[in-house]
């Protein structure tokens, strides 16, 4: 199994920057690809980035492309979203996700194990 732990969510000003970090623990060698999702009260979750775990490639929703960045570091089996620019339409609770099947995958059915999640809060 594999365990995901983000951090680095909060209360930010809109324009300014947040960076979510997401740790994996466990069998991470079975990861070849990771994500972000966000989840607004009331709505949908929707599909933030997705980034291999192999090459590096990457994927993002159009709601955040050029706006937000992911990246990841293998040695330290940890996957990153850096938030710039931040909107009040931005503000929800973020979840990384890990799956052993995909390198990118935009669907969240294509995930095998997901985080708890982080708030983010970005004020008008």
């Known amino acids: 199994q594999v365990q995901l732990v983000e951090s680095g969510g909060g209360l930010v000003q809109a324009g300014g920057s947040l960076r979510l970090s997401c740790a994996a623990s466990?069998?991470?060698?079975?990861?070849?690809?990771m994500g972000w999702f966000r989840q607004a009260p009331g709505k949908e979750r929707e599909f933030v980035a997705t980034?291999?775990?192999?090459?590096?490639?990457?994927n993002y929703g159009d709601s955040v492309k050029g706006r937000f960045i992911i990246s990841r570091d293998n040695a330290n089996g940890t996957a990153y979203l850096q938030m710039n620019s931040l909107k009040p339409e931005d503000t929800a609770v973020y979840s990384c996700?890990?799956?052993?099947?995909?390198?990118?995958?935009?669907?969240?059915?294509?995930?095998?194990?997901w985080g708890q999640g982080t708030q983010v809060t970005v004020s008008s």
């Open positions: 466990g069998r991470t060698f079975l990861i070849v690809g």
């Open positions: 980034i291999s775990v192999a090459g590096g490639s990457t």
């Open positions: 996700a890990a799956s052993q099947r995909f390198s990118t995958a935009r669907s969240r059915n294509s995930y095998d194990y």
